[in-house]
């Protein structure tokens, strides 16, 4: 009996090691796996709060590459959003503006319905009829966002806490239930994303957050309602995010950042496992 217990002893720490082993191999194999390209896409004029984001965008990814194995690059340049010049790059982000040009947008829609990622943060999506960027294109405000034309804001840029609205998405794994995000300029749509069947919420304010925003203007402090900030459309590999937004001192004739939109912990995760999402990949 002694003897067969401690064969079987040798047994179960055999076994124990091997599986040791394999957990070893497959996570050197994870980190070992060909890394996935990434296009940025800004203009960065105009908004310094948004030109504030896009610099510090372009600083955070790169070293975010280098740590979770993928390539990030960044223009300015508009006119390469083409097939050729996408066909090298499995996720698209989309900075601080949208396409204007006709052949760029419908460049942009066959790129995602052929499988392509893509990742838009905070006014990405804005659409405003009369303004400088009007709704006038139904396709990505409507279908692939879905969200519509932009309606109001909250002002001062402020933090708010976040709730996970699907603890089942890949994007929200390992994210508390609510969370801290880092200061923001905060969105209102036209259009009820929890209507939309194709639509999947996955962040939304919570109601703890309210009283939202200091004004001077009353309309932009929110009190109550429902306000989405983070959605995927589930026909194709992408996230939008409200944030993008850092608070500004405008003060003594200067600029100076207050606040950096990747300042929360768990906001940053969410970034992080969106981009593997919509890359196609299984998450950090």
Known sequence: MLTAFKINQTFVGLLFCSLLCLSFVDVQAQKAGSPFKVIAFYTA????????FVHEANQWFPKMGLKYNFTYD?????????AEFLSHY??????????????????????MENGGGWMGFHFAAFALTPSDFPQNWDWYHNQFLGS?????????PVPAVLRVEDKTNVTTKHLPVTFKSAPNEWYRWSNDLRKNPDIKILLAIDSTSFPLGTGPKQSEIWHSGYYPVAWTNQKYKMVYLNMGHNDMDYSNHMVKDLSSTFQSES???FILNSLFYVAGRSGK
């Open 45 to 52: 004029r105009n908004d310094q709060a948004h030109i504030s």
């Open 90 to 111: 499995q996720v698209v982000l989309f900075l601080d503006t949208r396409i204007e040009d006709p052949a760029q947008r419908l460049a942009f829609q066959q790129y």
């Open 267 to 269: 906001q940053d995760q």
């Open 74 to 82: 960044s223009t300015s340049n508009w006119n390469n959003l083409n």
């Open 148 to 156: 519509g034309s932009y309606v109001s804001n909250t002002w001062k």
